[in-house]
């Protein structure tokens, strides 16, 4: 069974750092992402990393402020959240993909995790 779970989600002040985690089992995936949303909006991209090269991707959005990296060994892949802003508010979503390249598109991805909650409050 392919099983993808989210952790460290919680409740962060303006500016503060929080740092997820995604433990992929069941199957290893040429690359996985994340992706968030936000109430009242669709999903979307925040970034993805794959898994032989490590190359990565970022939505504008996050660029300079989170890092996406990757344990092959553990099968995980972590999200650095840092300077924080309210409108990161949302729940954040792991996902595998079979594509070699860090796909920035959600129907590239065939497994997903059930989300964490991030609050960003101002």
């Known amino acids: 069974q392919v099983q993808l779970v989210e952790s460290g989600g919680g409740l962060v002040q303006a500016g503060k750092s929080l740092r997820l985690s995604c433990a992929a089992s069941?199957?290893?995936?040429?690359?996985m992402g994340w992706f968030r949303q936000a109430v009242g909006k669709e999903r979307a991209f925040v970034s993805a990393?794959?898994?032989?090269?490590?190359?990565?991707n970022y939505a504008d959005s996050v660029k300079g402020r989170f890092t996406i990296s990757r344990d092959n060994a553990k099968n995980t892949v972590d999200l650095q959240m840092n300077s924080l802003k309210p409108e990161d508010t949302a729940v954040y979503y792991c996902?595998?993909?079979?594509?070699?390249?860090?796909?920035?598109?959600?129907?590239?991805?065939?497994?997903w995790g059930r989300g964490t909650q991030v609050t960003v409050s101002s």
């Open positions: 990393i794959t898994r032989l090269s490590g190359s990565t």
């Open positions: 069941g199957r290893t995936f040429n690359s």
């Open positions: 996902a595998g993909s079979p594509t070699f390249y860090p796909s920035s598109y959600s129907n590239e991805y065939d497994y």
